[in-house]
T-cell receptor, first 111, second 114 residues
Framework: SQQGEEDPQALSIQEGENATMNCSYK?????LQWYRQNSGRGLVHLILIRSNEREKHSGRLRVTLDTSKKSSSLLITASRAADTASYFCATDAGGSYIPTFGRGTSLIVHP | GAGVSQSPSNKVTEKGKDVELRCDPISGHTALYWYRQRLGQGLEFLIY????????KSGLPSDRFSAERTGESVSTLTIQRTQQEDSAVYLCASSHDRGKAEAFFGQGTRLTVV
């Protein structure tokens, strides 16, 4: 079963705009990770946020975590055409620590 | 190695044949994961290895699927008597320690069963 679900399923924006993607999950988690996937092959790790953290930054990326709402958001500021990809959140819960993925958000950034 | 390496990159096989997929994790990573991704879908967990502990096989879809790992090194995923629904990208990932570090993925093996 899928723990995290990304929203929206697809997002189309112009270069320079900000892109926001959300992830909701069902049960309490240990960690939440965001990944990017280009062309349906390997995933690139973006950010890991732990359950006791609320916000993390990496370059143009900002991730927030609201454990009371069981949700996370990924913000990409000043988007570029090269940001076009699918973005996945992955959560691990309980003692398994196995990342469980959602279906992803497909982001298209038009130059 | 510098990253997770998977081979082959692409594999086309006839229905009913067995296939073996290989994953070389990052050196020193104790945790290794296999996932399957069908076209346009999310990642489906298959199996997880952590050090010398018994693997978590809870995601394997049928007894045609099996995987091995030698210590903390190479892992092989074997699919016996392949079916067309096995067509997917098979992704391997490794991490330094379970739950405490990010998982790094290989480029995957695209399996096509004809």
């Amino acid at each position: 079963s899928q723990q995290g679900e990304e929203d929206p399923q697809a997002l189309s924006i112009q270069e320079g705009e900000n892109a926001t993607m959300n992830c909701s999950y069902k049960t309490s988690i240990n960690n939440l990770q965001w990944y990017r996937q280009n062309s349906g092959r390997g995933l690139v790790h973006l950010i890991l946020i732990r359950s006791n953290e609320r916000e993390k930054h990496s370059g143009r990326l900002r991730v927030t975590l609201d454990t009371s709402k069981k949700s996370s958001s990924l913000l990409i500021t000043a988007s570029r055409a090269a940001d076009t990809a699918s973005y996945f959140c992955a959560t691990d819960a309980g003692g398994s620590y196995i990342p469980t993925f959602g279906r992803g958000t497909s982001l298209i950034v038009h130059p | 190695g510098a990253g997770v390496s998977q081979s082959p990159s692409n594999k086309v096989t006839e229905k009913g044949k067995d296939v073996e997929l290989r994953c070389d994790p990052i050196s020193g990573h104790t945790a290794l994961y296999w996932y399957r991704q069908r076209l346009g879908q999310g990642l489906e967990f298959l199996i997880y290895f952590q050090g010398n502990s018994a693997p978590d096989k809870s995601g394997l879809p049928s007894d045609r699927f099996s995987a091995e790992r030698t210590g903390e090194s190479v892992s092989t995923l074997t699919i016996q008597r392949t079916q067309q629904e096995d067509s997917a990208v098979y992704l391997c990932a490794s991490s330094h320690d379970r739950g405490k570090a990010e998982a790094f993925f290989g480029q995957g093996t695209r399996l096509t069963v004809v």
